[in-house]
Structure formats: C-alpha cells, structure tokens
C-alpha cells in the first residue's frame, strides 16, 4: 500500500491550510493510501544550525522531532506540504521544515532523497498574490530533491477560518490532486 504523508504549516487549528492538506489526504485515501498528518506547529523542530554536518556525513545531527519527519519522508511515496502566507512568505513553522531539508542535499553533486517521490503544494492566503512564491519552491523540489509536483492548490481571499469550505473548486482540486499523489 502506498504511503502519502500530510505536513501543515499553519498554526490554526481547522484553518484553510489544515482544510486543503486534509482534503489531498483524503483524495490519496480513495485513491488506495495509508495517510499520516504532522501539523508543523505542535512538534519541536529547530531552526538549521548551519553546522553543515549534514554536507559531510548525510544526516541532521540534531535531535528533534524532523528526526521523525525525516524517516517519513524518506518512507513515504509522496507527501502535501501546506502553508499560509505570512508575510510575503510561508509561514515560520513550514520554513524551519523546509530549511531542515537541506540535510537530504549534498549541495551541488547529488541528493539523498530516494528518486520518484510525488509531492503536492498548498498555499493559503489574504488578499496577497502569492502564487509564484509557491511555484518558485515547486521548481527547487522538483530541481533539487527530485521530487515530481502534482499540482499547486490554494487561493486568496482566505483570511476567515474554515473559509476555504465555501469554495467548492478549491477542494475538488485538492481531493483529485491526492488522487494523482498515489495512481
Ligand atoms: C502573521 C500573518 C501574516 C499574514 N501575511 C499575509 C500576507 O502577506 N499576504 C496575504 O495574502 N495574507 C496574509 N495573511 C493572511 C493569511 O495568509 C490567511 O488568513 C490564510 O488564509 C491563513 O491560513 P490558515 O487559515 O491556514 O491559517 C497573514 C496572516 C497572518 C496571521
């Protein structure tokens, strides 16, 4: 059986982020996977130290909850990565996720990642226009960690919680998207 993993990078419990990870993992579900989620905020993962111990021996050396994160990933045939916009930019808690991946680079010759994994992208936001951050990191997963993206969702005008279950074209795109992470 195939394993598709969730991370949510907002802290707001049933917020919008939350809501479109969940429908993907639900798409991934029909579609025949096991799914996990790991809400970002509620574990303890610290910021990259910048030691480069991963550059010379292939692992984080810190201890902390991305340990775990970790073996997901490196388990998992793909993964939904959600954030919100704070700020211009994702929000801290997906931040110190995505920074911690660096420890999967050996930068400039090669990436430990296992080959093949599928990934999809979700974003929510207020009334910024943010989607070229999101296909900015779509293009380095897809460049740097060799990890083939289904799809973006997300949208604006989502600041009220729960506001993304009004729209109907966000979700359906999110539960197909899951869909595709698995056939
Ligand atoms: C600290 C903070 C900063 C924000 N910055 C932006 C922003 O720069 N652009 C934007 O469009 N929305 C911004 N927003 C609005 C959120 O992106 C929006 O409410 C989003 O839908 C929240 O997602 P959630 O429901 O998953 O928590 C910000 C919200 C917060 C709390």
């Given at each position: 059986?195939?394993?598709?993993?969730?991370?949510?990078?907002?802290?707001?419990?049933?917020?919008?982020?939350?809501?479109?990870?969940?429908?993907?993992?639900?798409?991934?579900?029909?579609?025949?996977?096991?799914?996990?989620?790991?809400?970002?905020?509620?574990?303890?993962?610290?910021?990259?130290?910048?030691?480069?111990?991963?550059?010379?021996?292939?692992?984080?050396?810190?201890?902390?909850?991305?340990?775990?994160?970790?073996?997901?990933?490196?388990?998992a045939d793909g993964f939904v990565l959600g954030s919100p916009i704070y700020m211009g930019y994702f929000s801290a808690q997906t931040k110190l996720f995505l920074d911690r991946m660096y420890a999967f680079l050996k930068v400039g010759l090669s990436c430990h990642l296992p080959p093949g994994k599928r990934c999809v992208l979700v974003y929510s936001q207020g009334r910024?226009?943010?989607?070229?951050?999101?296909?900015?990191?779509?293009?380095?997963?897809?460049?740097?960690?060799?990890?083939?993206?289904?799809?973006?969702?997300?949208?604006?005008?989502?600041?009220?919680?729960?506001?993304?279950?009004?729209?109907?074209?966000?979700?359906?795109?999110?539960?197909?998207?899951?869909?595709?992470?698995?056939?």
């Open positions: 059986m195939k394993k598709i993993v969730g991370f949510v990078g907002s802290p707001r419990i049933g917020g919008n982020t939350e809501a479109l990870v969940e429908k993907v993992l639900t798409g991934a579900m029909a579609a025949g996977a096991e799914t996990e989620l790991y809400r970002l905020n509620e574990l303890n993962i610290k910021g990259c130290q910048g030691c480069n111990h991963c550059q010379e021996h292939g692992y984080c050396c810190q201890k902390d909850d991305m340990t775990l994160l970790y073996e997901q990933l490196k388990t910024g226009d943010n989607v070229a951050l999101v296909e900015n990191l779509a293009r380095w997963f897809e460049s740097r960690l060799g990890v083939h993206v289904k799809g973006i969702v997300g949208g604006n005008n989502m600041n009220e919680l729960g506001a993304v279950r009004q729209r109907k074209e966000l979700l359906e795109t999110a539960y197909h998207l899951g869909k595709e992470l698995v056939v």
